[in-house]
């Protein structure tokens, strides 16, 4: 499978913005996806992840109640909309795939795309 991952941008701090992951070759739903994020000077950490079907979600502790992670298998997408944002979310944000439940090490990665949170 392959990730282009899209929807980045600037945003204020307080505000929203939806990414978006659209994947080709071998069939979306056979996949776990999730989405990770690397800020300057640090590791990537992981965000959220849907199953394949999207009956099961996790979340990492600091964004829940913040970013909800969907997926559309008709589309071949996934998705990561992210509300209240804060100047500690701006980070490079990648989208993964994986066989497994839950992702813990992705497959498959997709290129990142910036998100930047002004305060």
């Known amino acids: 499978v392959q990730l282009q991952a899209s929807g980045g941008g600037l945003v204020q701090a307080g505000g929203s913005l939806r990414l978006s992951c659209a994947a080709s070759?071998?069939?979306?739903?056979?996949?776990?996806m999730g989405w990770f994020r690397q800020a300057p000077g640090k590791e990537r950490e992981f965000v959220a992840a849907i199953s394949r079907s999207g009956g099961s979600t996790r979340y990492a502790d600091s964004v829940k109640g913040r970013f909800t992670i969907s997926r559309a298998n008709a589309k071949n997408t996934v998705y990561l909309q992210m509300g209240n944002l804060k100047p500690e979310d701006a980070a490079v944000y990648y989208c993964a795939a994986d066989l497994n439940w839950p992702l813990v090490v992705p497959l498959r990665w997709g290129q990142g795309t910036q998100v930047t949170v002004s305060s």
């Open positions: 070759g071998r069939t979306f739903s056979s996949y776990t």
